[in-house]
């Protein structure tokens, strides 16, 4: 006979990750524990072909019997890019290095880690709460999202995006500034690419997990964004200058 699990007993994917996170954040001081090239190859396939990446993720879970990321280079990584991405900015339109520094922590900590743990806890909450498949008998393992594989979703979601608005924006800044219909017709596709994509790759992350269903739900703002983006920019709304005044105010 094979063995069975009851519902209520918690399964190991359920409580390993409270167990892995101590070890998770200590790791982040020790760059030799890290697999640096793992990750810029997951980097580059977020960007290219996202499927892939979480094709691995279901190895992880089958190798790792976890969902989540144990390795936090993603994390450190992507937010040494993300202060360098913010240092050239302020190297180009800053007025004085304390502010510059002052942008740089502000950057990082709402941008990214602050915005990431709060979006990374809603998506948690709503897939646990109201996606998760029911059980068809009490025989059946319970499972639950990680909170800690919610914020790896919002990670790489977050990472193309950079490339979008950090990256390629810099090179394009100049332009997507400046006054006219045509700066502000460019300033709006970027974001609405790039806001789509970050919600794309949100629904591949959950779509991957076989527990979950109607995970279609993730989708949704992408809806919301192309109907916004005509009245914005029909509106005359530039967010390139909007958000670059909110730093740079006497340079922009």
């Known amino acids: 006979m094979l063995p069975t699990v009851s519902k209520t007993h918690s ?47 279901k190895y992880h879970k089958q190798t790792k019997n976890q969902w989540a990321r144990d390795d936090p280079a993603f994390v450190v990584i992507c937010s040494l890019l993300l202060a360098v991405a913010t240092v050239a900015y302020c190297a180009a339109y800053d007025h004085s290095a304390a502010h510059a520094v002052f942008v740089v922590i502000s950057v990082l900590l709402f941008h990214f880690l602050l915005t990431g743990v709060t979006l990374a806890t809603c998506c948690w909450f709503l897939t646990n709460a109201y996606l998760r498949e029911e059980a068809p008998n009490s025989h059946v393992v319970e499972q639950r999202v990680e909170w800690l594989y919610a914020f790896d979703v919002h990670c790489n979601s977050f990472f193309p995006m950079f490339v979008m608005l950090y990256v390629i924006h810099y090179f394009l800044s100049p332009l997507l500034v400046a006054h006219g219909f045509i700066p502000e017709l460019l300033s709006n596709l970027l974001l609405m690419v790039a806001a789509s994509y970050y919600h794309y790759l949100n629904f591949l992350g959950y779509d991957v997990l076989p527990f979950l269903e109607r995970t279609t739900f993730f989708l949704y703002p992408i809806g919301v964004i192309i109907v916004l983006s005509p009245i914005l920019i029909l509106s005359g709304f530039n967010p390139s200058r909007y958000f670059m005044n909110i730093y740079f105010s006497q340079r922009v």
Do not use: G, N
Request: glycine residues 0%; aromatic residues 14%.
């Open 11 to 57: 399964s190991p994917s359920t409580s390993r990750p409270d167990s892995m996170f101590p070890q998770y954040l200590r790791r982040i001081v020790k760059w030799q524990q890290m697999d640096i090239e793992y990750t810029f190859w997951q980097m580059l396939h977020l960007c290219t072909a996202p499927k892939v990446v979480y094709q691995h993720t």
